[in-house]
């Protein structure tokens, strides 16, 4: 069953007096539970496509369904709350809420959602920091920690709404091979555990021999699918 | 906590240097608020406790009649009885006389203007004075001696002034109700500091000895000045229930004609009545145009045929007064009416205005009742006083009596005030006061929120990525302008409480110095001291303000934040 579908998707950005294409036409589809890699040089839409997948860009032209749903359609309101339910975000610089701590970062989702107990918003936390290793960081601020340990933490803050997909655009870009090595082992272990869907860019080879699936676009076009 | 909360407060504490700054400006504010509203209220206060209430009393009975300016009540027991019978005691703490003239005096070889104020207390209250004045000189307890012509208690300025010390003689000049000049010694008993400078003029002296000076019989009075416990709440209530029950009746005095029994009724003396009397009274002897002038006097046809009267001839008629035994005027029958009104009974009617002056100085004994306040012939016969309308502030007091004086009747007047109306002016001064600092405070905090919105705005600048994050993650625009709102609300509030604390203790530091003032801000001063009376509720309300002002002033960056795109915010950079 897929769980994204985009079709004939593009985007042109205004700068200064030309238009940048990012996007020239993409179509494709990504099943429930995957674990997709967009790989692609710089500049070649990689996250110009994670953002409208995330709902938090529109295309130009072309159309995105998330389980059936086609997005365009959707308020500003119908969209974040989607985004809220189904959609984690990994940042390549990890974008964790400073003044928050770790516990209160993961927290933070399901929070938002108001409609989950005390006990339950707990254990979950509880799990996924657990499940990221940071048990003893729970207190900590996000300057307190290291640049893998941050990521971590946003992984589990991705995780934690028990989203359909999560996004995640150059995860490892900031950190060190063996940092890297580890949360792309992480990001695997938790696709496959929770049979979430997760797609990241990148454009690091090594990073590749992760992927399940792997879709590689240049100058805002797919130029090849394994 | 919820989370727009706790995210509005630990962002509040992340930015400590600045918020502290902008923390210190808003209690700043906060601190003048209190401190100048505080001030505006113990200054009124002040003014209306010790000056206003004093002078004017709580609710004050006042009499007048004709264009004098002496304040006269002539059967003083009647009218304090009406006032006991309809003020709970629970609510009245006294009634006094209002006692107090202008005079000239002289003392050793200097004089000045004062005010001769008379003060009644017993000698178990000696220790009265010691509210009002620091005992320099002398005794309070020789108020109370009978060993000296007039003794007075004098201001140290007023003893300066007059070049007096204890046991020195004052002559004063002093105008009586009768309009005469009143010579007479005055003794100097006690020098004292006064705690306010309105009573360093004045003299004071038992309440018994300057009714004796200024004139007044021993049953009359002066306005008559009722203290309540709880002037705020009940003055204005107890003013319109006495207003009620002091409405006069018709004029109508049992007397006698020779041996025979009769009734004395006034007419009032103004055109109007006058038709309404023509309509039922029918003038069948004497001189009609007489009849009805100033001084007329008519009398029934049934009367008139008792006793075997005639148009023109004279007659005295007498009566039983209250305090002075049997009165007796001599009247001319200017007329003889019939009537088939109760006017055509045994009764003498007569012009008020030419029975005023003789029932006020000749109180009968007791007014008959003659006639029920809806008889058609009511308002055509004149009352015991007039009762005059209340009044809603000073300036129209002022007027009514300005016209009331120009009216030269000689009936007497009654009219009942509180100090709120008497002395609204003082209480106006209250309010404009406090508009003034409100003003003031208000254009300091908009410059001060002026600081809060480009505060605000270079926070939402620094943490626009936190803010794309925080919408990419699922937040509602509503709440991330909330955050914003509530860390403005938060330091606002906080800072407010912080400035109304700062204001206590200002005002405490600067009541506890005292002043050695006789100019102009001695008149403020209580006992050499600032008063300052915190107004809770008011600096309640303005807090309240401050809090509207500063969420209408966050709220515009507040929602330019929750409007950012989130793609756009997560591509900020510094």
Redesign the interface.
């Known amino acids: 069953m897929n769980v994204i579908e985009v079709q004939g998707l593009k985007k042109d950005y205004p700068l200064g007096k030309t238009i940048v294409h990012a996007l020239r036409g993409i179509d494709f589809s990504v099943e429930e539970g995957a674990f997709l890699s967009i790989v692609g040089p710089s500049g070649s839409g990689k996250t110009t496509l994670l953002n409208i997948i995330g709902c938090i860009d529109h295309p130009t032209a072309g159309r995105v369904r998330i389980h059936d749903q086609e997005i365009s359609e959707l308020n500003d309101k119908q969209i974040t709350d989607l985004r809220l339910h189904r959609i984690g975000f990994i940042f390549q610089s990890f974008n964790l809420i400073p003044v928050l701590n770790v516990w209160e970062n993961v927290e933070f989702p399901l929070l938002l959602m108001k409609d989950k107990r005390k006990e339950e918003i707990a254990a979950r936390v509880e799990r996924l920091i657990r499940a990221v290793g940071l048990l003893d960081y729970m207190a900590h601020k996000p300057a307190e920690l290291s640049g893998g340990q941050r990521q971590r933490v946003a992984i589990a803050r991705a995780l934690v709404g028990n989203p359909d997909i999560v996004l995640a655009d150059e995860p490892t870009a900031n950190l060190d091979s063996e940092t890297s090595e580890s949360i792309l082992k992480l990001m695997r272990e938790l696709n496959e555990a929770e049979r979430t869907t997760f797609i990241f860019s990148t454009h690091d080879p090594e990073v590749l021999k992760y992927a399940g699936k792997i879709v590689k676009i240049k100058d805002g076009m797919i130029v090849g699918q394994e | 906590m919820g989370?727009v909360t706790?995210?509005s407060w630990?962002?509040l504490?992340?930015q400590k240097k600045r918020n502290l700054f902008l923390g210190i400006c808003i209690g700043f504010g906060m601190m003048i608020l209190v401190v100048a509203n505080s001030f505006s209220h113990g200054m009124v206060d002040v003014l209306i406790n010790e000056v206003v209430s004093y002078a004017f009393g709580h609710l004050v009975v006042d009499g007048t009649q004709g264009n004098s300016y002496f304040t006269m009540i002539r059967d003083k027991e009647r009218i304090v009885k009406i006032i006991e019978e309809n003020i709970k005691p629970e609510d009245l703490l006294e009634i006094n006389e209002n006692l107090g003239m202008m005079g000239r005096a002289v003392g050793n070889g200097e004089a000045d203007n004062v005010v001769v104020v008379g003060v009644t207390i017993e000698e178990d209250e000696k220790y009265f004075f010691n509210d009002f004045f620091t005992l320099l000189d002398g005794n309070f307890d020789d108020y109370f001696s009978t060993d000296y012509e007039y003794p007075v208690i004098v201001s140290s300025a007023m003893a300066k002034s007059l070049n007096v010390k204890v046991h020195d003689t004052i002559k004063i000049r002093i105008p009586m109700v009768t309009g005469q000049i009143q010579a007479a010694k005055l003794t100097v008993i006690a020098i004292a500091d006064a705690s306010n400078t309105f009573m360093n003029m004045v003299l004071f002296m038992q309440g018994y000895r300057v009714k004796e000076l200024l004139g007044y019989k021993p049953w009359e009075s002066a306005s008559l000045q009722v203290t309540l416990r709880d002037p705020l709440k009940t003055a204005k209530y107890y003013a319109d229930i006495l207003h009620e029950k002091l409405k006069p009746g018709v004029i109508c005095v049992a007397g006698k004609i020779g041996r025979a029994d009769c009734q004395l009724v006034a007419f009032k003396h103004h055109d109007q009545a006058k038709e309404a009397l023509r309509a039922e009274v029918t003038i069948v002897a004497g001189d009609p145009e007489k009849a009805w002038e100033k001084r007329g006097v008519m009398v029934s046809k049934a009367l008139a045929q008792k006793l075997g009267l005639k148009a023109g001839d004279k007659f005295n008629y007498s009566y039983q007064t209250k305090f002075r035994g049997i009165y007796e005027e001599e009247f001319t029958v200017d007329a003889i009416y019939d009537s088939r009104t109760k006017l055509g009974a045994d009764v003498l009617l007569v012009n008020e205005e030419r029975i005023h002056d003789i029932l006020n100085t000749y109180l009968p004994a007791e007014f008959q009742e003659f006639l029920a306040e809806d008889d058609p012939l009511y308002t055509a016969l004149a009352t015991e006083w007039k009762l005059l309308r209340r009044s809603k502030d000073s300036q129209e007091l002022e007027k009514l009596y300005k016209n009331e004086r120009k009216n030269k009747s000689t009936q007497s007047r009654l009219n009942i005030i509180t100090m709120y109306e008497g002395a609204s002016d003082i209480l106006k001064l209250e309010a404009v006061l406090n508009l003034l600092t409100m003003n003031a405070v208000l254009i300091l905090f908009f410059i001060i929120l002026i600081g809060v919105v480009n505060t605000l705005r270079m926070t939402i600048k620094e943490r626009t990525?936190?803010i794309?994050?925080?919408?990419?993650?699922?937040?509602?625009?509503r709440?991330v302008r909330n955050v914003f709102i509530m860390e403005t609300l938060f330091l606002t509030a906080l800072s407010c409480i912080a400035g109304v604390t700062l204001g206590i203790v200002v005002i405490k530091v600067l009541g506890a110095f005292t002043f050695n003032s006789t100019g102009a801000l001695s008149i403020i001063l209580k006992d050499g001291r600032l008063v300052f009376k915190l107004a809770p509720l008011s600096i309640l309300g303005n807090f309240l303000l401050i809090l509207v002002i500063a969420c209408v002033t966050a709220y515009f960056p507040a929602r330019h934040a929750a409007n950012l795109?989130?793609?756009e915010a997560?591509r900020h950079y510094e």
């Open positions: 989370l706790r995210l630990r962002n504490v992340r990525r936190e794309g994050t925080i919408r990419a993650i699922g937040m509602q625009k709440d795109s989130a793609v997560l």
